[in-house]
């Protein structure tokens, strides 16, 4: 034993002496004889209050996971129905020219002045870009063009930013910052263009090298309640760059494609809390000006399901399909879309899925 062990364990004998002598005595012989080993005593004496234990950190906090699961739990709201979840870390991956920049700044002015995203509800609160690969200049002149497209000519909603800053989420001093400005000016969404840019001098296909990222990454999600889009890139192969760790570290992965020439279609690789979904969008570029315009064949299939519903009542995916001529993707989407709106509810008979309006929604309403 070293010479703390042995006086730890001498002063644990001391303290059960103290406390009770025969029971003290009793614990001495045995351990004399080796009958009990030197850290069940000192155990013992902890356990008794006896000698002071270290204290635990806050962060090995012990909590009872089923008592706690019966305490109310605040709902999770999308911060963007149906794209941005709440309090989730996004990977937002694509090849260059997918415009996967004017997406996030698009999301950031939705987010920062409340107005809907391609007709989707937002919850409003401040957006904090991290930008390491526009520069200031560009990224100044995208915003006007995002805020001119959008209607929003003039204002001035909380979008904040820090450009080409070199931020590092692995150094203490940048985390701290970021979980502080996240609290004090309310910011619900977190922008970072892109992930390579902040994890410079690391390898993106090795595990070690990327788990420090996305886990400090975390610590910021679980401190402030915000969600944190990260803009990454497409490899040769057109999926995501770097690691399969980094699809195990979000929450959501979004994959931009492009379509044809200034069409891009965003579908879920992953999404841990929700359903699949698939949006094909068209971008809008006019002079000082950038919108969206979301494909009509996605609108037309969710008109052309709440038609079938309204008329025929319940029906499973296939019958949807074979009604409307929509491919059976399509059909899906539009149900997972129209489910998240509250206009779509779905039940279980026999073994089939089954699918109708919900009791309150009819259409046109």
Known sequence: MSDTATKELIDAVQALMDFDPKLGASVSLLAGNARIKP??????????????TAPT?????????????WQPIEPRVDLVEGVIPERAIVLLYGDPGTMKTYL????????????????????????????????????RWRMREVLNGMGLSGQTPPVYHVSMAGFDPCSADDLAWLIETVKTTGVR????????????????????????????LRQVVEATGCSILLVHHSNKLGQYRGTTALLAAVDLAIEAKAAREGVITLRTEKNRDGGAFTLTLEAIFKPGE???????????AREAVLRHLTAN??????????????????????????????????TETNGKVFYSLVTHYSQGT
Do not use: C
């Not at 013992?44 to 000698?51: Q, R, S």
């Not at 319940?314 to 074979?322: D, L, R």
């Open 39 to 52: 850290e069940q005593v000192i155990g013992l004496a902890k356990t008794l209050g006896l000698v002071p």
């Open 57 to 69: 950190p806050p962060r090995l906090e012990l909590r009872h996971t089923t008592a706690l699961a």
């Open 104 to 139: 996030a700044l698009t999301l950031a002015a939705a987010v920062a002045s409340g107005v809907a995203w391609l007709g989707r509800q937002t919850q409003s609160g401040s957006v904090l870009v991290i930008d390491e690969e526009s520069g200031e200049e560009r990224l």
């Open 189 to 216: 969404l977190v922008i970072i263009d892109a992930l390579a840019d902040i994890s410079l001098g690391r390898n993106e296909n090795s595990v070690g090298e990327m788990q420090p990222v996305f886990h400090a």
């Open 290 to 300: 950038f919108s969206w315009k979301q494909s009509e064949t996605a609108t037309n």
């Open 313 to 346: 009542g319940p029906a499973t995916s296939e019958q949807i399909a074979g009604a409307t001529g929509y491919a059976i993707g399509s059909i899906w989407n539009a149900l997972t879309a129209l489910m998240r709106a509250g206009k779509v509810e779905r």
